[in-house]
């Protein structure tokens, strides 16, 4: 098993192949996939997947990856992202589609999940992994940086000017209107590392039996709401609402 992080964010990963398919083999689409850590560990279970990634190095590390996995049908990577996600793929040729840590990136969330929901199938499924704004602040007040967090929690993801002011952060809610917006509802939201990405490593490390503790208590916390607000990541599951008339992929962006 990998490092504490990448075995959390992999769960997260599994839960949404879990709330989608529900054991079935799933087409799926990692949007910002990058190096395929999830990609391969997903087409390795069987599922077929596709990454799309603006990064031609990232892609290259993909490629190695599932070389090295002996993956039985190679993950396909193309080179794209977001904005010319319906000049790669076909429309309504995935049950699920990950994004998980680009949202914090992009220059309009909303504009970049817009395509996700004409390439799902009906009743298709979306997972969004975000960085939280709280857990940021507390990362930044427990270093004694103060003042920044309190700008921090003064912040929006709306108006945050990825240029000038670094990675966006989010509170779930945030993630779930701009979901709403696009015609998804969402199934599940949870949080996920609350105090993985502040343990010191050394204890994780070396004490016998820590790194299976906090992963276990990492689970337990996962599933409490009450923990949500202080996790560093922010997972959404939603599925597109088949009632709702699938927003136009080229139409004006939704506010978050
Ligand atoms: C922090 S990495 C996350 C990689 C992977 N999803 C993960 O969870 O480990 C962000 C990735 O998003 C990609 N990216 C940035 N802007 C994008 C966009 N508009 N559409 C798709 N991918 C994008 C980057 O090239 C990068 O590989």
Do not use: Y
């Amino acid at each position: 098993m990998g490092p504490v992080r990448s075995e959390l964010m992999w769960q997260a990963v599994a839960d949404a192949v879990q709330i989608a398919g529900d054991g079935d083999l799933l087409d799926v689409l990692d949007l910002g996939g990058g190096t395929g850590g999830d990609a391969v560990r997903l087409a390795a279970l069987g599922h077929r997947v596709t990454v799309v990634d603006p990064s031609p190095d990232a892609l290259a590390s993909l490629h190695r990856r599932g070389v090295e996995a002996g993956l039985a049908v190679p993950v396909t990577g193309v080179l794209g992202d977001s904005a010319d996600l319906l000049d790669h793929v076909a429309p309504a040729s995935f049950d699920l589609v990950v994004c998980h840590g680009v949202l914090e990136h992009v220059d309009d969330p909303a504009e970049a999940l817009r395509p996700v929901a004409a390439v799902l199938r009906p009743g298709g499924h979306v997972s969004v992994m975000v960085a939280g704004r709280n857990a940021a602040v507390a990362a930044r007040a427990l270093a004694g940086d103060f003042a920044t967090a309190q700008t921090l929690l003064g912040r929006s993801a709306s108006g945050w000017d990825v240029r000038t002011m670094g990675a966006r952060r989010f509170v779930a809610q945030e993630v779930e209107t701009l979901l709403a917006d696009l015609a998804f509802v969402t199934v599940r939201s949870q949080g996920v590392r609350v105090f993985a990405d502040l343990v010191p490593s050394a204890i994780v490390d070396t004490e016998p039996g820590a790194r299976d503790a906090l992963l276990a208590l990492e689970r337990v916390l996962t599933g409490s709401s009450e923990f949500t607000g202080l996790s560093a990541g922010l997972h959404t599951i939603a599925r597109l609402d088949l009632t709702a008339a699938p927003p136009d992929p080229g139409g004006k962006s939704a506010t978050l």
